[in-house]
Nanobody
Framework: QVRLVESGGGLVQPGGSLRLSCVGS????????MGWYRQAPGKERDLVAA???????NYTDSVKGRFTISRDNAKNTVYLQMNSLKPEDTAVYYC?????????WGQGTQVTVSS
C-alpha cells in the first residue's frame, strides 16, 4: 500500500520561507516523476511544481523563481522549498505522481501566508 506523508507547512508572514517534505512508503520514487500540488478553499487542486526521474523541473508561472522542487531518491523524499511567500500561496499542499494517482493522495500540509 502506497502512503505519501507531507509535512513542513505552517503560518508564515509574507516574504517568508518554508520547506515542505513528502516521504513515500510502498512506492519507489526512482521510478516516478513527482509533483507538488496545492488546493486553496473553493478552488481545484493544481500542479505547482514537477520533477522528472532524472531531476528536470517545471513550475507553474506564479511560483517560478520562488519555489524549488527537489528529490532524494535514496530517502524516497521530495521537497518543495518556498521562498518569498505571498498570501495567494495559502493552500493545502500535496505531493503525488504526475498521473495524480487517486489512491496516493495524503492528508497534505497547510500553508498559510498572512501578516
Amino acid at each position: 500500500q502506497v502512503r505519501l506523508v507531507e509535512s513542513g507547512g505552517g503560518l508564515v508572514q509574507p516574504g517568508g520561507s518554508l520547506r515542505l517534505s513528502c516521504v513515500g512508503s510502498g512506492i519507489i520514487f526512482t521510478f516516478d516523476a513527482m509533483g507538488w500540488y496545492r488546493q486553496a478553499p473553493g478552488k481545484e487542486r493544481d500542479l505547482v511544481a514537477a520533477i522528472s526521474i532524472i531531476g528536470s523541473t517545471n513550475y507553474t508561472d506564479s511560483v517560478k523563481g520562488r519555489f524549488t522542487i527537489s528529490r532524494d531518491n535514496a530517502k524516497n523524499t521530495v521537497y518543495l522549498q518556498m521562498n518569498s511567500l505571498k498570501p495567494e500561496d495559502t493552500a493545502v499542499y500535496y505531493c503525488n505522481t504526475l498521473t495524480r494517482r487517486s489512491d496516493y493522495w495524503g492528508q497534505g500540509t497547510q500553508v498559510t501566508v498572512s501578516s
